[in-house]
């Protein structure tokens, strides 16, 4: 499959294959303190609650991943460090 091309050229800085680790925390903290707010406001206030935004509950930078660029990008990276740009 030599022509074979990827559907989405876009790949991450890091040898961390997925972030399902960080992104199953996020979502249990923000359902938790979600969960908490709702259950302690009173019903009055329950019409006005605005849910936690992602930045509020943690940090993308404490993520696996530290951001993502387009594949031709990062392949060309890649030959420029190796010695003769050999595999």
């Known amino acids: 499959m030599s022509r074979s091309r990827r ?3 876009i790949v991450g800085h890091t040898t961390c294959r997925s ?3 960080d992104k199953k925390l996020w979502h249990q903290r ?3 303190r979600e969960r908490t707010a709702l259950a302690s406001a009173s019903p009055d206030a329950l019409s ?3 849910p936690l935004l992602e930045n509020q509950v943690s940090s993308v ?3 696996g991943k530290d951001g993502r660029c387009h594949f031709q990008k990062a392949t060309a990276r890649n030959i ?3 010695p003769h740009g050999l595999f």
């Open 61 to 63: 930078w404490s993520m």
């Open 19 to 21: 972030e399902r680790e």
């Open 48 to 50: 006005a609650h605005l």
């Open 30 to 32: 923000w359902r938790t």
């Open 80 to 82: 420029k460090s190796r």
């Open 7 to 9: 559907k989405t050229p």
